[in-house]
């Protein structure tokens, strides 16, 4: 049913934390939903997994402004035809190059090997040696004796040779199932360490995961009923509502729970970085699944170095899992993206000890263990993990894209916008202090609903860090939808399309009449096309004066803005009926500007098109020649699309908006 979906809609996005943690074949097939024309054979991909040094070596070569040797050519033209990278060597290696020429072209040459024999240009997935800033692990192991109650249903059950490996690392489950009427927690020493180590933190926000949906509600009610600890539960058996009371209330930092206990999937995807301790009150028996749970309080926003505390029985299956996973993954204090194909390959093994924690042998596993991941360690930062990092920072480009970011976080034109629009429509404005407020529709609203906005109301904040910490804010941002949203209400309607101002300028005689217009050229084309990606609506600004001048490039639209002044809607109608002549005269002129203008961003919009779209077709005709399930026809569809989309791309414009200025000396 989802590849028949993916056939179907323009855009398909899948993202997961753990991308491998139902095997590679899995993994394989969600890449093949994504682009089937190169991922197209697991075997090949298999082998392909095997060999991405000599690929992460080349664009290594590339990335140093060096002239390339002759090895170094014959080594990329290996995996890309000479054909396609004799002309771009001419220009790496010319002297007479530009600079920002050779970078272009060094750039692309990367591009087209990640693709082509890389990670592809559909995976992205940044790493830690790429993002820094991440808080420390510190992994706290508390070994506690077996009670006598789960020993003996563990004898009782081994001895009628029905114990599965989940009853030793959950006995908790096992003696329920054998004693509904008696509450495992009255006894389990995990409860009582967790009691203590809520009281010595009292000021702190706990997350406690456990693997069973019944393992967490039963915590929480004794945490609430024998300790009146303020706690609050967080399962899959919730709804979604539910779930974000819950989530909400642990946020809380005035009158909130202290303690969140959830289960492991109910936990999936939730972000609880303003805490820093985590209890795993029993260990999942995925490394993936277990970095997931960690992955709840380690993440971009966590400001403090993570606690993990593993309460565990000692000589049980749990503590052999935790040894493990610490001493033979260290899995607890770093990420371990090879866990799950170690688990593969070891688990077996290790599951024979879960049975006797007391066999020979165990220690040697582990150095196996270790020995191994430290040798795949290696290799996945040689080879895949260092081309997933080169095709997922994106260079000085995101860079700069950052800093453009960071600039506009620290700007209050945002603010000032999304209040004074929210005023506008007519949204009721709360505000909560800590740098949040409530918006609320209303019965006086300019539209009946306003998409975005809730009937309950949205919480939500300017500040980018505050949302970070706290998943229940909204982070408004210009391309947030309920901002987006308010400006087509506003420019698509009749609001703000006239004006008429005085300009106070002693420079200027009295009466000076100037005509302000905004032209958007845009496309009117088939939605399918997409032309908008290469010509989205773009404004071109106009200021003509009484002689037919145009002096938009003179006069800056905010240094006008600051000289200008309002007037009443009386004195505006007396001034457009003294002035109409003279107006449609202006309008006519500056049609005239924007058809002067308007080729040049055309021609612009196709010379993109052309580029983006040529760069397609040749890499679907690169890709024919390895995978001979790339039909001609696919091609030719290309083909058309490009000729179709420069021919819609034509010069259509129209007025949006116009401003009269009338000149006053006070």
Not at 56 to 68: C, F, G, M, P, Q
Not at 195 to 216: G, S
Not at 271 to 287: C, E, K, T
Request: a negative charge.
């Amino acid at each position: 049913m989802v590849e028949k979906l993916t056939t179907q809609i323009p855009s398909v996005l899948l993202l997961t934390a753990t991308p491998e943690q139902l095997g590679q074949e899995s993994h394989f097939a969600r890449l093949a939903l994504l682009d089937s024309d190169r991922f197209y054979d697991y075997s090949a991909f298999e082998q392909e997994q095997n060999a991405y040094q000599p690929v992460a070596d080349a664009v290594a070569t590339l990335l140093n402004d060096k002239l390339l040797s002759d090895a170094e050519q014959n080594a990329i033209a290996e995996l890309l035809s000479e054909e396609d990278t004799e002309p771009m060597f001419k220009i790496i290696n010319s002297k007479k190059s530009a600079e920002s020429d050779r970078l272009q072209v060094r750039q692309e040459l990367i591009k087209e090997l990640i693709d082509r024999h890389g990670t592809s240009r559909v995976l992205f997935r940044n790493t830690r040696q790429g993002v820094k800033g991440f808080p420390h692990r510190e992994y706290y192991q508390i070994s506690l004796e077996l009670p006598n109650q789960y020993a003996n249903a563990l004898k009782v059950m081994g001895t009628m040779g029905a114990l599965q490996m989940s009853d030793r690392l959950y006995p908790e489950r096992l003696f329920q199932r054998f004693n509904p009427n008696v509450r495992w927690t009255e006894f389990d020493p995990r409860v009582e360490w967790l009691i203590t180590f809520l009281k010595n933190h009292r000021d702190e926000k706990i997350l406690v995961i456990c693997k069973h949906a019944e393992t967490a509600i039963a915590l929480e009610q004794i945490l609430r009923e024998k300790e009146a600890i303020r706690s609050a539960v967080f399962h899959e058996k919730m709804s979604i509502v539910e779930r974000d009371k819950a989530s909400a209330y642990f946020a809380q930092q005035e009158e909130g729970a202290q303690v969140l206990i959830s289960s492991s999937i109910g936990s999936e995807g939730r972000n609880f970085q303003f805490a820093s301790n985590l209890v795993l009150f029993g260990l999942p028996d995925n490394p993936d699944l277990l970095e997931q749970s960690i992955g709840r309080l380690d993440r971009i926003g966590q400001k403090n170095d993570i606690k993990i505390h593993v309460p565990c029985f000692e000589n049980s299956a749990q503590s052999v899992l935790a040894d493990w996973y610490h001493q033979g993954l260290n899995a607890f204090e770093e990420t371990c993206p090879m866990g799950t194909a170690l688990y593969r390959e070891f688990g077996e093994a290790l599951g024979s000890y879960f049975l006797n924690s007391q066999a020979d042998g165990f220690a040697e596993l582990i150095a196996k263990t270790n020995k191994r991941q430290k040798a795949l360690k290696a290799e996945l930062e040689r080879g895949r993990d260092r081309l997933l990092e080169l095709n997922s920072n994106g260079g000085e480009q995101a860079q700069q894209l950052a800093e453009e970011i960071s600039k506009q976080d620290n700007q209050p034109q945002l603010v000032n916008f999304a209040l004074n629009l929210f005023d506008v429509i007519g949204v009721e404005q709360e505000d909560l202090g800590e740098q949040s407020i409530v918006i609320r529709p209303t019965g006086h609203m300019l539209v009946p609903d306003f998409p975005g906005l809730s009937e309950e109301g949205n919480t939500v904040t300017f500040n980018r860090q505050l949302a970070l910490m706290r998943e229940e804010l909204e982070f408004l941002t210009w391309d947030h939808p309920m901002i987006r949203n308010g400006i087509d209400l506003i420019t698509a309607g009749d609001i703000g399309k006239s004006a008429v101002s005085l300009l106070i300028n002693k420079n200027l005689p009295a009466g000076t009449l100037l005509l302000e217009t905004i032209f958007v050229v845009e496309t009117q084309a088939p939605k399918g096309l997409n032309l908008t990606r290469f010509l989205p609506p773009t404004p071109i600004r106009v200021l003509m004066d009484a002689k037919g001048n145009n002096l938009a490039s003179q006069v800056s639209f905010n240094g006008l803005e600051k000289q200008l002044k309002p007037v009443n809607r009386q004195m505006a109608n007396q001034i457009v009926k003294m002035a109409r002549r003279n107006i449609e005269k202006l309008i006519k002129l500056s049609e005239q500007k924007v058809a002067e203008q308007a080729p040049d961003i055309i021609a612009q919009a196709k010379a993109e098109a052309n580029s983006k779209l040529q760069a397609e077709l040749h890499r679907l005709e690169a890709l024919k020649s390895v995978n001979k399930n790339i039909r001609d026809d696919e091609i030719q569809a290309l083909e058309q699309q490009l000729n179709e989309t420069l021919a819609q791309l034509l010069a259509n414009w129209r007025l949006d908006s116009l401003r009269v200025i009338v000149s006053n000396q006070e």
